[in-house]
């Protein structure tokens, strides 16, 4: 007797932790991690990265990725299905039922309402709720995807618009040429309002619904994580470098410091790596809450920025007298996202992009 408590006690508790990864999953509007959903991303991305190791050609690998978030969104209503069967299984037994045998059949004609195997002096009400049960996680799952794709299409409509401006993969140069080829650099606040809002929706609904992480972009060489490294660099080299209209220039305040050049460009890359770390949070990467630049490096080089600076020039963009503290201002806001950019770009397999020019997917 104390044994078939002991099972009774096993079954409820692996159907209760089914259902508590059911609500973190597709309920819960709060970014919380939940283990059992985390192994089975790990999992299947496990054998994703592996076929994808096996194709040389970035597009290759992009095409067998695209199909790792949906396969796993798929695969999660069959293993709680099997885990709630499982569970009920123990508490058949456990509440008599001869043998495992019948136990399980008992459960799994019960869970997907097949009516085939009853009990005839068992509680009825444990059918009835495993009966409910099997629906209800189908109907999580169809209720959740509406959600999720308009997330989606909001997410890549910026996405898709960006390459209008920066290219493909976007660059933060290209971008800012088609900018002063139009005479709109003096009039960029908008644009960096537009992608503040972007980054806001970002972060509610990258941490929501984390599948959508993984999700890519309908093009190989598009990707949100590209998208929001353009526009965060953007932004840092319009504080750092450009020297435009005198409405626009720092202010130097009562305790020395200098208001930026372009406050709603700080404004855009404050709300950047703010969604990029409340993200990254949700992956458990590890970054500097509170980075410092030289202390904290940042991924892209002097030689670089250098480069940059010269492609700039070549277009007669007006620039920043002083290099040197050009390049340490763009340092000191590229190393508030840096890190953990450079994390989510290795996490979702993003394309790989120039950060200075223009050029296509190597091996495409």
Do not use: C
């Not at 410092?292 to 920043?320: C, E, K, M, V, Y």
């Not at 340092?331 to 397999?349: I, K, P, Q």
């Amino acid at each position: 007797m104390p044994l078939n408590i002991v099972y009774i006690l096993i079954g409820v508790f692996i159907t209760g932790l089914t259902l508590l990864s059911a609500t973190r999953t597709f309920v819960s509007p709060r970014a919380e991690s939940d283990k059992l959903t985390e192994f089975i991303f790990r999992f299947f991305r496990m054998v994703f990265q592996t076929a994808a190791r096996l194709f040389p050609k970035y597009r290759q690998k992009d095409r067998i990725m695209a199909f790792y978030a949906p396969v796993v969104l798929l695969s999660l209503p069959p293993v709680w299905l099997l885990l709630i069967s499982i569970g009920f299984t123990f508490i058949y037994y456990g509440l008599g039922i001869s043998n495992w045998s019948q136990a399980f059949i008992l459960s799994g004609s019960s869970l997907l309402t097949l009516g085939f195997a009853k009990s005839e002096y068992l509680f009825p009400v444990l059918e009835f709720t495993q009966a409910t049960l099997g629906p209800l996680l189908i109907a999580l799952l169809i209720s959740y995807l509406p959600t999720m794709y308009a997330a989606y299409q909001y997410r890549e409509k910026a996405v898709n618009l960006l390459t209008v401006r920066a290219g493909s993969p976007p660059s933060p140069l290209q971008m800012l040429m088609r900018f002063h080829r139009l005479n709109q650099l003096d009039h960029l606040s908008t644009f960096w309002e537009q992608w503040e809002n972007w980054f806001v929706e970002l972060e509610h609904s990258h941490t929501s619904f984390s599948a959508l992480v993984y999700f890519r972009s309908l093009q190989p060489e598009h990707s949100w994580v590209n998208s929001a490294a353009a526009i965060l660099d953007a932004a840092a080299l319009r504080l750092a470098v450009l020297d435009l209209s005198s409405d626009l220039r720092p202010h130097r305040l009562p305790d020395g410091s200098e208001t930026p050049s372009d406050p709603q460009a700080a404004i855009t890359i404050r709300a950047g790596f703010i969604a990029l770390r409340r993200i990254a949070d949700l992956f458990k990467v590890e970054y500097n809450a509170d980075p410092n630049f030289p202390a904290d490096p940042i991924s892209i080089t002097r030689a670089q920025f250098d480069l940059a600076i010269s492609s700039l020039q070549d277009q007669g963009i007006p620039l920043q007298g002083d290099l040197e503290k050009a390049w340490q201002d763009f340092a000191g806001w590229r190393v508030n996202y840096d890190s953990v950019l450079e994390a989510l770009l290795n996490l979702t397999m993003a394309p790989p992009s120039s950060w200075v020019g223009f050029n296509d997917l190597p091996n495409a």
